[in-house]
């Protein structure tokens, strides 16, 4: 009668708590440039949320977007024309 119970297993370690991936989180808030504290998801100056930035479309870097693209546009088109003005006078001119 000295049968001992056998060894419990180990038990199953806890899973993970589950909850949106933190992933490429801005350090600093793009709204107020406050810090971003770390696994916040929120900006504790004006309230941005950070999660919801990430989940949506990257805002577009460098590019050309609005008022500034057509005035880029313009300057090229009147530029083309120009030039090519400047051409056919040169042209007529000889
Ligand atoms: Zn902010």
């Known amino acids: 009668m000295d049968s001992q119970p056998p ?3 180990a038990p199953p370690p806890p899973p993970v708590a589950p909850g949106p991936a933190i992933t490429n989180l ?11 504290e770390e696994d ?4 504790q100056a004006c309230g941005h949320n950070f999660v919801g ?3 949506a479309a990257p805002p577009p ?3 050309l ?14 530029l083309a024309i ?3 003005y400047w051409l ?6 000889l």
């Open 7 to 9: 060894p419990s297993p």
């Open 26 to 36: 801005p350090s600093t808030c793009p709204v107020c440039g406050e810090a971003r």
């Open 40 to 43: 916040a998801q929120f900006c």
């Open 53 to 55: 930035e990430a989940d």
């Open 61 to 63: 870097t460098g590019g």
């Open 65 to 78: 977007r609005g008022p500034l693209l057509w005035v880029v546009v313009l300057f090229w088109a009147l």
């Open 82 to 84: 120009g030039g090519l």
């Open 88 to 93: 056919y006078t040169a042209f007529y001119s």
